[in-house]
C-alpha cells in the first residue's frame, strides 16, 4: 500500500473514533427545526441551545443532537476562539454499559459570530463502546451507534472572546443537559 493511502487511511479512522461533525447551515430562526426536546440557556451576551428531533428513537435508527449558539449582545459581531468546535457532548447511558470518547485535535479555531444568526452543528456519533470489567479503555464497539437505553447528554459550548480593542475578553463555557430514549 502506498504512503499517501496509509496516511488517508490513519486519517479516517482517527475522524471515525473522533466523531464526526457536519456543520448544517446557519439559520436565523431556531424554530426552523423540527425539534422534540431542547433546552436553552442564556449567559452574558450568548445564548446556548441544544436539541434533538424527537424523545425516543429505536435501536439502529439516526440519533441527531444539534447546538447553537447565538451572540445577542450590542455589538454587530463578535469572533470566539475555540477547538474543532465549540460544541461538546458529555454522552452517557444509565445502564453504564456503554461509553461515548469525544476528542478535539484542532486548537485555536476562529469562528465569526454575527448578533443574530445562530451558529449550528450537528454531532453524529461514530458509536457506543462496550465496557467490559477490567478493561480501562473500552475499544469493543456496540451494534448500532447507541443501544437500548437511556441517554443523558450534557452540552455545552466552549470558547474564548477574541480580542476587542486590545484586549481578550474571557473564556465561557455555557451548557444544558438533554435527555432521550432508545427503544428495541
Known amino acids: 500500500m502506498s504512503r499517501p493511502l496509509k496516511v488517508m487511511g490513519v486519517l479516517a479512522v482517527v475522524l471515525l473514533l473522533a466523531g464526526i461533525w457536519v456543520q448544517?447551515?446557519?439559520k436565523?430562526?431556531?424554530?426552523?427545526?423540527?425539534?422534540?426536546?431542547?433546552g436553552e440557556i442564556v449567559k452574558d451576551d450568548f445564548v446556548y441551545r441544544i436539541y434533538t428531533e424527537r424523545d425516543t428513537y429505536q435501536e439502529g435508527d439516526?440519533?441527531?443532537l444539534i447546538s447553537e449558539l447565538e451572540y445577542v449582545g450590542d455589538r454587530k459581531f463578535v469572533t470566539i476562539l475555540h477547538e474543532a468546535t465549540p460544541f461538546h457532548y458529555g454522552i452517557s447511558e444509565n445502564s453504564g454499559k456503554y461509553a461515548f470518547y469525544y476528542m478535539m485535535n484542532q486548537p485555536a479555531i476562529r469562528?465569526?459570530?454575527?448578533?443574530?444568526q445562530p451558529f449550528r452543528e450537528s454531532y453524529t456519533s461514530p458509536g457506543a463502546l462496550i465496557?467490559?470489567?477490567?478493561?480501562?479503555?473500552?475499544?469493543k464497539q456496540a451494534e448500532v451507534p447507541f443501544p437500548a437505553g437511556q441517554y443523558h447528554v450534557s452540552g455545552y459550548a466552549k470558547f474564548t472572546v477574541s480580542e476587542v480593542d486590545g484586549k481578550e475578553e474571557g473564556d465561557f463555557k455555557i451548557g444544558k443537559d438533554l435527555t432521550f430514549e432508545v427503544g428495541k
Do not use: A
Request: glycine share 6%.
Open 62 to 64: 439516526s440519533v441527531t
Open 24 to 26: 448544517i447551515s446557519q
Open 111 to 116: 469562528t465569526t459570530l454575527i448578533k443574530g
Open 131 to 139: 465496557v467490559e470489567e477490567g478493561v480501562t479503555l473500552p475499544t
Open 28 to 38: 436565523s430562526n431556531p424554530l426552523e427545526l423540527i425539534v422534540s426536546k431542547h
